[in-house]
């Protein structure tokens, strides 16, 4: 099978879909959510200046063609948070245990 290779919406780096997260604009409500759903989608790298830049210049909206709630990108800085929070940890611990 091949692999889905996605876009993202700020950089236009081409990668993996699930090296992306997905943001949804609902058929037929046009609400914005992330990750399920049927209807128009975005892709965005999972990166602190593709998210910056994809806020500051609305292009998750121009995209979606749908209004992007402050909600949705708190959501979004929440994850980044989390993961870069899970990412230092294990760098943390593989560094420590290199040297032992």
Known sequence: MKPNYRCCASCRKIANKEAFWRVVRLYPSHQVQLDRGMGRS????????????VQKKNRLGRSLKAPVSDELYQTLW???????????????????????
């Open 42 to 53: 975005a892709y965005l790298c999972r990166e602190a200046e593709c998210l910056k830049a």
């Open 78 to 100: 929440q994850r980044l948070a989390t993961s870069d929070c899970a990412s230092t940890g294990r760098k943390t611990d593989n560094s420590s245990a290199s040297t032992v």
